[in-house]
Each structure stands twice: as C-alpha cells, then as structure tokens.
C-alpha cells in the first residue's frame, strides 16, 4: 500500500493543474474574447452585402461576415469572394479590350 500514495498524489496534482488551467483558459477567454463584436442579428439574417452590378472600393472595405463559432461563415466569404473574383474578371477584360482598341498595332 505504501507505493499507491506517490501515484495518487501525482494524479490529484494533474487533475488540479488541469482544472485551474481550464479556469486560466475561460477567464482569458471571457476579459480578452475575440476582439471587436458585431452587433447581434436575428436569426437567418446576413450582414454580407454587394452591390448587383459595380464594385467600389467602399463596398469592399464595408464588407462584414457573420460570425460563427468558429470564425466566419465560410458559405458567405466564399460568395464575396467569388462576386469579387468575377468583378475583377470583367475590370480586367475591359482593360483590355480598351487597350486593344487604342493599340491597333
């Protein structure tokens, strides 16, 4: 019975040390959160917005994600990025073919 006292102190010293550092972690977690917050909004809304046709630099510097729990709502950051893409896209096209006609070398 002698040698169960060294391994029973060991464990009630890991048990401990996990508990205050699971208290260390919420309490962090809780003065520090996640940096600045949304505004809540109500269920099934999304503050992911772009215009239908034209992009400006403005939308693209208002844009703003839900978030979940674990960051950002990728379906709607992959949307923003995939409308951006395509504006891009036809900026691009539109310079050349500007381009293009001023050139007729």
């Known amino acids: 019975m002698c040698h ?4 029973t102190t060991a464990l009630i010293y890991l048990v401990v ?7 260390v ?8 959160g996640r940096g ?3 505004a809540p909004l109500p269920p099934g809304a999304s503050p992911t917005r772009l215009p239908a046709d034209s ?11 839900q978030q979940v729990f674990r ?8 949307w923003a990025l995939e409308r951006l893409a395509a504006e891009v896209e036809r900026l691009q096209a539109r310079v050349d073919e ?8």
């Not at 960051?71 to 992959?78: A, L, Q, S």
């Open 4 to 7: 169960d006292r060294p391994v």
């Open 17 to 23: 040390m996990v508990l205050v550092a699971a208290v």
């Open 25 to 32: 972690f919420l309490l962090a977690s809780l003065v520090f």
């Open 36 to 38: 600045e917050e949304l």
């Open 55 to 65: 992009v400006s630099p403005d939308d693209v510097r208002g844009l703003q994600f």
């Open 71 to 78: 960051g950002y709502k990728m379906t709607e950051v992959d």
């Open 98 to 105: 500007l381009e293009t006609a001023r050139d007729p070398a």
